[in-house]
């Protein structure tokens, strides 16, 4: 430790850091545009300049490191003066436009001009003029006359996002920022350009013109997407959810939040919003009252329950859905005397375990590992501040390794990537495990072979201190889930690496702990949607042509049912084969609770009243549960619900549990072509699919079939190529894309999308074939 005198106080600091940390440190404020407390130090805006004793002049606060006994004075007369005459250049091409800026009143130059700026401007030149640029559908650049070349935005891309899409061209007055060769923004985590500009050059393109700063209301709420849980303010105007920006929390999601929690919130606003109850009759849809919808609703299942018994019941929801919803979704279906619910609905392997899977370690650990293997993920679109974190370990030095059927650039260096086609996944771990055993002269858990990419996966895992093995969405989706779970428990044992799941939903745990799958033997969402098990279905936050993990299965049995119940935010989806539409509020219009991928509960109230004669789900269960006479749904609060549901909240860390029973079973490949699905970023939920901001990026274009380069030989193909992807009686026609890298059997077909809901199992065997011209 160092000591300084930081303003007649002394003030004890680490060696190595700069002035700017001990001054935070001690609560003391220095005026600064360009450093930011999780970039790099640039020191190019100057306005942090100090009076440091000794030296011949002012000096940055942010690049200026402590030493023993410097003494430093950031109020004096030479520090202010050395402020106000860096402020003074900063305005002298300013443009006077604070009256129709989007970030006035919450922009820091506006803020220090007045502290440190003149009343008036001594220069009578013309101010410079940078032209705008269209860089997407979520950030503005329409004003970049208006930057003051802090770079923040800059260093973010290359040092958060890990992609630099921004860069500064040309010198001195005719500096600007701007895309390279004219491209667009694309990057998952862009929309945090936005916040951290100190200035209004880069605004938040859906959110321009719509509303000032003061007139907006301030309210916590949770990210209702992935399993990060990011804590999010959620800024509202007349009723209306307006915009929505990260809370900071270090434990969770840092100063950050993906574009999927940013621009979601456009869906809220949509046209497509269900407000009012419907049922279908004679074909033709009608609106009804609630009463008139849930008295039909009690009476079907009533009627399926005596025709069928209750194990022609079902419900099926998504972890989207709050701790609250669910279980009483749940409840409701048991009070009926079924066991069928889940919430699994992209999952093919249900092999069950022990406790609810989690992800192993506190989510701020990602950022200290050493070494991680990840599983079966599309790291950076499933979890974009997961993929963040792992990118801070990387440049601290860890090694990623990574298994998997793509070579998706994740923007951190991967120090080994072992690329196989997804039948030969647990084979890949198994090998790994052998390699394992041979360096530690254990037993093999499995017959494998210990080949060179094993061995320096193994060698990886083996070194280092902290350690994880972390199983993506596509790891638990897959059809040996269960032995990949067990293959990687052993690893984990053998190397001292926690085991973990990145989890694909924000209350995916949340899901498990509250039961929302079955407890006493009931059917599992893969046998639900499948066959015709069930003669009254209950969709809960559900889309099974876009959800599941077989569309073309999903629609037959649903389509087979007696009674399709459809409780969702949004009217389009289920109007083929719902009977009854019920409007429930998304998160924003709800109470509730999420429990993230580390096991953290997080609960939220709602930021504005339900749209239209929308209503809270956990009211419109507790409702429907009183009138099919089903007990325990007394409840007056949502807070109640929660309590019922997770109980003691002290004892959820010894219900989280990723240990296996199941048996490691290798399959051999069956040979022929397979398919790999990812779920873009943007078809994720009935929210993002609904959000017209981000269907208009680069991430949300229509799917393509991605083809190896074998393949693509084999048939013959030529750039803008199209083929005919076929599978379980489905079939899709798509355009081709050469992806050299893919392994020889392996198709990459997304899921999760209208162009491919026609197609089966998101892994399996597949069919494809040239089109030739004209044909469909």
């Known amino acids: ?24 440190q001690n609560g003391t404020y220095i005026p600064h545009f360009c450093y930011h407390k999780k970039l790099s130090i640039a020191a190019n805006c100057r306005m942090c300049l100090v009076d440091i004793e000794k030296a011949p002049k002012p000096m ?35 443009p006077l ?78 500096s600007e920022i701007t895309t390279f060769v004219g491209n667009t923004v694309d990057s998952e985590l862009s929309g945090n350009m936005i916040d951290i500009c100190p200035v209004g050059a880069l605004t938040s393109k859906p959110f321009r013109y719509q509303a000032r700063t003061w007139e907006l209301s301030r309210r916590k709420s949770v990210s209702p997407h992935d399993s990060t849980g990011a804590n999010l303010i959620v ?20 100063c950050w939040i993906s574009d999927r929690d940013r621009f979601s919130y456009e869906a809220l606003n949509s046209d497509q919003r269900l407000t009012k109850p419907m049922l279908k009759q004679g074909g033709q849809w009608r609106e009804v009252d609630w009463t008139t919808a849930l008295e039909y609703v009690a009476n079907g299942l009533k009627g399926v329950k005596n025709d069928h018994g209750a194990a022609a019941i079902g419900a099926l929801g998504t972890a989207h859905s709050t701790v609250e919803e669910l279980y009483l979704l749940g409840q409701l279906v048991r009070g009926l005397g079924s066991d069928n619910v889940d919430t699994r ?15 192993g370690l506190p989510i701020a650990e990602l950022s200290n590992l050493d070494r991680a293997l990840v599983i079966g993920s599309f790291l950076r679109k499933d979890h974009p501040l997961f993929a963040s974190r792992l990118r801070h370990a990387a440049k601290r030095g860890a090694q990623i390794t990574a298994i998997g059927a793509t070579t998706d650039d994740w923007l951190l260096p991967i120090a080994q990537r072992v690329v196989v086609a997804p039948s030969a996944w647990a084979q890949s771990l198994a090998d790994i495990a052998v390699a394992i055993a041979n360096e530690r002269g254990v037993d ?88 015709n098990a069930l003669k009254a279905v209950l969709l809960f936050n559900a889309e099974p042509e876009f959800d599941a993990a077989n569309p073309v299965a999903a629609r037959a049995a649903v389509n087979g049912a007696q009674m399709v119940v459809s409780l969702s935010a949004f009217k389009s989806g289920a109007n083929d084969y719902a009977d009854v539409l019920l409007p429930i ?57 929660r309590a019922a549901a997770l109980g003691d909240l002290a004892s959820i860390p010894a219900r989280l549990s990723n240990q296996s029973s199941a048996l490691i079973q290798l399959q051999g490949s069956t040979g022929g072509l397979e398919r790999i699905a ?55 026609t798509l355009s081709a894309v050469l992806d050299a890298s893919l392994p020889a059997n392996v198709v990459r077909v997304p899921a999760g999308h209208a162009l491919t809901s026609s197609l089966g199992a998101q892994f399996g065997a597949i069919r494809v074939e040239k089109l030739g011209v004209g044909q469909v």
Request: aromatic share 4%; with cysteine.
């Open 1 to 24: 430790m160092v000591e300084i005198e930081l303003d007649g106080q002394k003030v004890q600091c680490q060696e190595g850091s700069m002035v700017m940390h001990a001054a935070e």
């Open 60 to 94: 940055p606060a942010c690049a200026t490191p402590v030493t023993q006994g410097m003494i430093v004075r950031t109020k004096s007369d030479k520090a202010i003066k050395a402020q106000q005459g860096v402020m003074e250049f900063l305005l002298i091409n300013h």
């Open 97 to 174: 436009d604070c009256p129709i800026c989007d970030q006035g009143g919450e922009c820091q130059l506006q803020d220090l001009a007045v502290g440190y700026g003149a009343s008036s401007s001594r220069y009578e030149e013309e101010k410079r003029v940078v032209f705008k640029k269209d860089v997407g559908p979520l950030i503005s650049m329409q004003e970049m006359s208006r930057c003051i070349q802090c770079t923040r935005c800059v260093r973010f891309g290359q040092e958060i996002a890990g992609v630099m899409e921004l860069g500064m061209i040309h010198r001195g007055e005719h």
């Open 235 to 254: 800024q509202v105007k007349n009723g209306k959810v307006l915009r929505v920006v990260p809370l900071e929390n270090e434990a969770v999601n840092e």
């Open 345 to 359: 609905l992209r999952q093919s392997d249900f092999t069950a375990t022990p406790g609810a899977t989690w992800l």
């Open 444 to 531: 093999i858990p499995a017959n494998g072979t210990a080949t060179e990419a094993a061995r320096a996966v193994a060698a990886s895992l083996l070194s280092g201190q902290k350690k994880a093995i972390l199983l993506g969405n596509a790891a638990v989706h897959h059809p040996q889930a269960s032995t990949l779970h067990a293959l990687a428990n052993w690893i984990g044992e053998q190397t001292g690496a926690s085991v973990g799941f990145l989890g694909e939903s924000a209350n995916t745990v949340g899901a498990q702990l509250v039961g929302a799958q079955p407890q006493q033997g009931g059917l599992n969402a893969g046998q639900m949607l499948s066959g």
């Open 585 to 641: 509020a998304p998160f924003s219009e709800t109470s509730g609770t999420f429990v993230n991928a580390e096991g953290r509960v997080q609960s939220f109230h709602g930021v504005v009243k339900p749209l239209g004669d929308a209503r809270p789900a956990w009211k419109v269960l507790r409702v429907l549960g009183n009138m099919l006479s089903i007990p325990g749904f007394e409840f007056e609060t949502s807070e109640e619900v």
């Open 678 to 732: 990812d779920v873009p970023i943007y078809s994720a939920d009935a929210l993002v699919r609904r959000s017209e901001p981000l269907q208009q990026t680069a991430d949300a274009k229509p799917p393509v079939a991605s083809l190896s380069k074998a393949l693509w030989a084999e048939l013959g193909l030529a750039e803008g190529a199209q083929v005919r992807v076929s599978q379980d009686n489905g079939s899709a």
